[in-house]
């Protein structure tokens, strides 16, 4: 008996992803989700690298590039843009702040926890600058770096919010967009920066218990702009 109904429960699960995968073959990618669409609007000092249409977890492109920075530097600012479908953009960029030293570019919003894609919201954030050993977010050796530095406080992030709104705008062909930020811990100090230094880069910020400095983390602080 436990053999036959394990039998179904995997015979059901098989149907399942099978029909899954068959939506997603007949789904045709997006024709704007090119390397040589999206090439034409980046600066001189950014670099594409990926332009990929992507079906998990829903429908979209999936961009990844860097910029790279200089007085001080050079130095290398990975991004990372996922750009939903265009029948299922909601009309608004979605930044998201990292938490700790940062170091990796996100797929996952860490406050609110989830995806901003399935929302339908374009979805961008960085690794501001440097790349630690196993993706250690906790590793601050970068601050010996004059370049990593600085793009850790706040222009890594800065030049990587131009690049992907501006590759945003010519994936959907749209003139303006609604554009927010959202961190907590260290992702909340990526958003105070944001405030204080660029405050053009975005219409909202929502910011949770900053980390400022390793000796002053204000709590459950909420900052909107």
Known sequence: M??????????????AIGWHLLNYSLVEAPTACTLENLAAVIAEDTTLQVVKAKWFPVQHCLVKGY????NPG???????????AKQNWNGRYYFIGLGGAAGRTPILSESPF??????????????????PFLLNMLDWS??????????????????SAVATQALTKAFYNADSLYRYH????????????????HPEDYDGL???APGIDSTNIISF?????
Do not use: Y
């Open 2 to 15: 436990k053999t036959k109904l394990r039998t179904i429960f995997f015979g059901v699960i098989g149907l």
């Open 67 to 70: 910029i790279t920075t200089t």
């Open 74 to 84: 050079p130095n290398r600012v990975n991004f990372r843009l996922q750009l939903p």
């Open 114 to 131: 989830g995806n901003p894609i399935v929302s339908g919201f374009a979805a961008a954030g960085t690794d501001t600058g440097h790349q």
């Open 142 to 159: 970068f601050l010996s770096n004059e370049a990593q530095t600085l793009d850790h406080i706040h222009r890594g992030a800065h030049v």
């Open 182 to 197: 959202s961190g907590c811990s260290g992702g909340g100090r990526m958003g105070v920066m944001a405030a204080i230094h």
């Open 206 to 208: 929502l910011i949770g």
């Open 221 to 225: 602080m909420w900052i909107a702009q």
